[in-house]
């Protein structure tokens, strides 16, 4: 088992320092969606554009956040690649 501060890509399952990833977060108690700021149930995407493309079109974000993610989110998850 890999230690507590190793995270796990939800698009290629990498697993790496919670550094080498971009948090996707779903912020309580507002449910606002943020990227790499605030408090809440988190997800983690490597900044590769394959990943966030297959993050986008296959739900993961979504299905692991338990939201529906605003496509504005993409976007700026791709400019930071």
């Known amino acids: 088992m ?6 796990r890509c939800v698009s ?4 790496s320092s919670k550094h080498d ?3 996707v977060v779903r912020n309580f108690p507002s449910h606002h969606i943020t990227i790499n700021q ?4 988190s997800a983690y995407v490597c900044p590769r554009l ?5 993050a ?3 739900k993961r974000l979504g299905r692991t956040l ?4 605003p496509p504005e ?3 700026q998850l791709k400019s930071r690649c």
């Open 2 to 7: 890999p230690p507590k501060n190793y995270r």
């Open 21 to 23: 990833f971009i948090r």
């Open 50 to 54: 394959e990943c966030i493309t297959i």
């Open 12 to 15: 290629c399952g990498l697993i």
């Open 38 to 41: 605030g408090m809440g149930r």
């Open 73 to 75: 989110i993409y976007d």
């Open 56 to 58: 986008q079109k296959k």
């Open 66 to 69: 338990r939201t529906t993610m």
